[in-house]
């Protein structure tokens, strides 16, 4: 069993405004972030100047997101904590670069985002929260903004590795949709895109 003090492990993290306001303005904003996700976590890019200890896409898999217009969470494991900060942080960056850059002189141009990280208890609780976070979009099944697609329609990217998870429901869409079909979540309204 993990010990809680151990630097790696399985983390919820959530990036909204501070005011509580809207995030991203546009879909623009939207596709942006997984491009983002797509240049940090993609071993393709892997600097070679760099150790690849160090760089985010040896020591983060991405397990699942959701990019809706008030918040964007991610469900990670990382080597260490550190490094999820780092990756969010970085995310949070590039954003209020591209906002500034493209929205220059209105009022959305000062991002103001807070980041918040929950570690999570292991593999069980950080699918659970995948489930939990593809019902959030009201097309949960085909909404581009959500990792839904490698779960039930093979979807590819070596910038996602769900391998963690896909062995707790046999790496079998249909079992994994059963698993949506039957999660407490869809109790709960959840308008969020």
């Not at 919820?12 to 546009?26: I, K, N, Y």
């Not at 593809?134 to 097309?139: A, E, I, P, S, T």
């Amino acid at each position: 069993m993990e010990k809680a003090s151990s630097p790696y492990g399985y983390c919820h993290v959530t990036l909204a405004a501070q005011s509580g306001a809207t995030l991203l303005h546009s879909n623009s904003e939207r596709a942006f972030i997984i491009s983002q996700l797509q240049d940090l976590l993609s071993p393709r890019f892997i600097l070679g100047d760099v150790p690849a200890y160090r760089q985010l896409a040896s020591c983060i898999d991405l397990l699942a997101f959701s990019i809706t217009p008030n918040a964007v969470h991610f469900i990670l494991f990382a080597i260490d904590r550190t490094l999820a900060k780092d990756f969010a942080h970085r995310i949070v960056a590039r954003l209020g670069q591209y906002q500034y850059e493209f929205t220059r002189n209105t009022m959305h141009s000062q991002l103001d985002a807070r980041i918040d990280i929950k570690r999570l208890t292991g593999p069980h609780e950080a699918l659970r929260r995948t489930l939990d976070l593809h019902l959030l979009h009201q097309d949960w099944e085909h909404d581009r903004y959500s990792s839904i697609g490698f779960y039930l329609h093979d979807r590819r990217g070596d910038w996602m590795r769900i391998w963690r998870l896909s062995t707790l429901y046999e790496a079998d869409p249909s079992i994994y949709r059963s698993l949506l079909d039957f999660s407490p979540i869809q109790l709960v309204a959840h308008p969020a895109s």
